[in-house]
């Protein structure tokens, strides 16, 4: 039984337009810019095995789920689920998944948009030739004088937000879908010269015992939640961003090979970031667990010291600045695509008011790094606050839903009937996402709030 639904926003106009934008949705500040400095704060090797491990066996199947329920309800991700529980007799309540993943996007993209605004500030002393011979230290004061001051960051964020609804506004499969297909490949041969550059002239053997030795000793429960929420966040899970990518998805691409590829490429990017960052970092005495900084205090140093170093760092910034671009528009796509089914206002109404709610909470994160880099709340600023919530609780906590519904609530016939595939393959997806994913998260979150180990004391383990 196939059902047959339009989506109102159109259609991908097929398999390569949907892998193309679903991985310039994943491929983003997540793989370069945060997956280096959290591997850095948690240690290296143990982090990144587990991070593998999580988007193999976690991240895939869900995101396998959370493509097929968007191409079967083929609205945004309130309406998708609430018709979906409908018609598998389940409780309309299921569309409160859709308004957490609405909610959830906004919030991280409230953050993510100040961070690519470093970036734009980063390629615009790229094209200035600010990094020519930059010492470690001044690369260190260069950024500390970025982010200490409110203003110029509130700026760059501001035109960040511009950009990211100025396309939005356009209509998601407009100019960049095309765009991506130049720049994705673009920065993987960039990712690929400078860790070239790493392998000549950084401590390449240093960087990649620390990125992949594994010392389980040093891993602890939260770094756990970490690696986890962190292939949620890469792959852009839990939300309902690919689900909204799905449901524009055409009948006959197979979900499972496209999502493979997209969480290949995705994968690819973040390891060649790390080969490309950690070299630098020890050759210059930095420090690995530096923080949110990191890339934007090493990267220079390298752009700063290679022949060409002007065209290389203004290139990769500008690739940066259009991952980072890409990944943003689906940040918000649900919240407008809702906005716009629910009240029929104009695409461009409806992106500006998003725009606009997304650009006021942003003040938060922008403040979190000079006025209110001290005001905390058990450690963590603003900004701290707003990417623990979405990345470590919000996006595996949808997830889970997210693969209940497909794995448990979704009827068999209609599970197979959408995923389409052997039933080899499909049993497999079935028993991931039926017990390991879903076990697996809960493990790692009843460890992080320390129910486990009430639990286990309970039972006299
Ligand atoms: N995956 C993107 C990155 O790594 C960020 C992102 C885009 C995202 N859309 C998302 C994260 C949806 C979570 C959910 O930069």
């Not at 240690?43 to 199947?61: E, M, S």
């Not at 309406?79 to 919030?107: F, K, Q």
């Not at 470690?136 to 200490?148: I, W």
């Not at 939640?225 to 006959?252: Q, R, W």
Request: hydrophobic content about 55%.
């Amino acid at each position: 039984m196939s059902v047959q639904r339009e989506s109102m926003h159109g259609m991908w106009s097929g398999r390569l337009a949907f892998i193309l934008a679903a991985t310039g949705s994943a491929v983003g500040l997540g793989n370069i810019w945060k997956f280096p400095y959290i591997a850095g704060e948690n240690g290296g090797g143990a982090f990144v095995l587990l991070y593998l491990f999580c988007i193999a066996l976690i991240g895939i199947p869900i995101m396998m789920s959370e493509v097929m329920l968007g191409r079967r309800g083929r609205q945004n991700p309130i309406n998708t689920m609430r018709t979906l529980a409908l018609e598998e007799n389940a409780r309309p309540s299921w569309h409160w998944l859709g308004w957490m993943g609405v909610i959830a996007g906004i919030l991280i993209l409230s953050y993510y948009s100040v961070i690519a605004g470093w970036a734009l500030s980063y390629f615009k002393d790229a094209v200035f030739g600010t990094f020519d011979g930059i010492s470690a230290e001044t690369a260190g004061s260069h950024f500390g004088g970025l982010v200490g001051s409110w203003w110029v960051l509130l700026l760059w964020h501001t035109l960040f937000m511009m950009m990211t609804m100025f396309v939005v506004s356009k209509g998601v499969r407009g100019g960049l879908e095309r765009a991506v297909t130049l720049l994705m490949p673009a920065l993987l041969v960039l990712l690929l010269i400078m860790v070239g550059y790493a392998m000549k002239s950084g401590a390449f053997a240093q960087g990649m015992s620390f990125l992949f030795d594994a010392d389980f000793s040093k891993l602890s429960p939260e770094s756990a939640l970490t690696a986890m929420g962190h292939a949620f966040f890469t792959l852009s899970l839990g939300m309902g961003a690919i689900m909204v990518y799905g449901s524009y998805l055409p009948e006959k691409v197979s979900i499972s090979k496209a999502v493979i590829s997209i969480a290949l490429a995705d994968t690819a990017v973040a390891l060649l970031a790390g080969m490309a960052i950690f070299p630098i970092v020890f050759a210059n005495g930095l420090e690995p667990g530096s923080g949110p900084g990191l890339i934007f205090t090493t990267l220079p140093i390298a752009f700063g010291q290679m022949p060409f170093g002007v065209i290389f760092a203004s290139l990769f910034f500008l690739l940066l600045i259009f991952a980072a671009w890409s990944s943003a528009i689906s940040l918000v796509e649900p919240a407008v695509a809702w906005l716009i089914e629910k009240t029929h206002i104009s695409r461009l109404r409806a992106s500006v008011l998003m725009g606009l709610l997304t650009w006021f909470i942003g003040i938060g994160t922008v403040f979190s790094f000079n006025i209110w880099a001290e005001a905390k709340v058990s450690g963590k600023t603003f900004f701290d606050w707003m990417d623990y919530l979405t990345a470590n609780v919000m996006l595996p906590f949808g997830g889970v839903l997210i693969a209940i519904f497909a794995a448990w609530v979704m009827r068999k016939e209609s599970s197979s009937d959408e995923l389409k595939m052997g039933a080899m393959g499909y049993s497999l997806w079935r028993f991931l996402t039926r017990y390991l994913a879903i076990i697996c998260v809960l493990i790692v979150m009843m460890k992080v709030t320390g129910l486990l180990d009430l639990v286990l004391a309970k039972a006299g383990l």
